[in-house]
């Protein structure tokens, strides 16, 4: 199982940079795909990667992940979801300044998210269209 987190330090960047939420949002999933195209390229030849079937992660955003193809599912137990909605809610304020106070009225809690890597290669392999 090969594990996918997000470099918190570029989403703070990107986010000073954009001042408009749709377009901060449009270039996080721009780049989400590129990475995960690149992800893609390599998982496999790179040794490491060559025996993983799946990538996981965990994520606030899981709206967002499954437009990108991933799986979504509830935490194991409710208590890792407590837990990991902390974590979550934690990084979501020190990078993103503003904004964190919604998500957490909305009542977004944090998922699994699983990606096969048949599915990674087949959406955003050489031969994908979703580039």
Same mark, same amino acid.
């Given at each position: ?12 960047? =990107? ?13 996080? =999933? ?84 699983? =990606? ?16």
């Amino acid at each position: 199982m090969g594990e996918i987190h997000t470099d918190n330090r570029l989403i703070m960047e =990107l986010r000073k940079k954009f001042n408009d939420p749709v377009s901060f949002y449009v270039e996080v =999933l721009r780049r989400m795909r590129l990475s995960l195209g690149e992800l893609a390229k390599i998982s496999n030849f790179e040794p490491r990667l060559k025996k993983v079937k799946a990538f996981r992660g965990t994520t606030l955003l899981h709206e967002g992940a499954r437009r990108l193809g991933f799986e979504v599912f509830p935490m194991e137990t409710k208590a890792k979801e407590v837990w990991e909605t902390k974590v979550q809610y934690f990084f979501l304020r020190k990078y993103m300044d503003e904004g964190f106070e919604k998500k957490r009225e909305k009542g977004l809690v944090s998922k699994r998210i699983w =990606l096969s890597k048949e599915k990674l290669i087949r959406l955003y392999g050489d031969h994908s269209t979703l580039k």
